[in-house]
């Protein structure tokens, strides 16, 4: 089993940043890819970003240019910057993880965290 303990949201106003971070313990997977799906308010969850144990990255097009995703594997830890958020980035963020790509995956992950709420006021 994997534990994935997500931290760092909150509530933050348009234009500001907020980074969340998300440990990794338990049986760990050489290959693992950790990412962050989001979900607001009557609405599915979706997939936010990713990032291979390489350093492979992916992006969903509504966060390109603001979001940045980053890992530590010597922690086992995963981050999400946030920059330049705006209020319909409110939701509350997941973290996953899983042997293939989290985009291509979905919300079929193999581990998810039990989630971070962030709070976007206009």
């Known amino acids: 089993q994997v534990q994935l303990v997500e931290s760092g949201g909150g509530l933050v106003q348009a234009g500001g940043s907020l980074r969340l971070s998300c440990a990794a313990s338990g049986r760990t997977f050489s290959r693992n890819v950790m990412g962050w799906f989001r979900q607001a308010p009557g609405k599915e969850r979706e997939f936010v970003a990713d990032i291979s144990r390489s350093g492979n990255t992916n992006y969903a097009d509504s966060v390109k240019g603001r979001f940045t995703i980053s890992r530590d594997n010597a922690k086992n830890t995963v981050y999400l910057q946030m920059n330049s958020l705006k209020p319909e980035d409110t939701a509350v963020y997941y973290c996953?993880?899983?042997?293939?790509?989290?985009?291509?995956?979905?919300?079929?992950?193999?581990?998810w965290g039990q989630g971070t709420q962030v709070t976007v006021s206009s």
């Open positions: 996953a993880a899983d042997t293939d790509y989290l985009r291509r995956v979905g919300v079929k992950a193999a581990y």
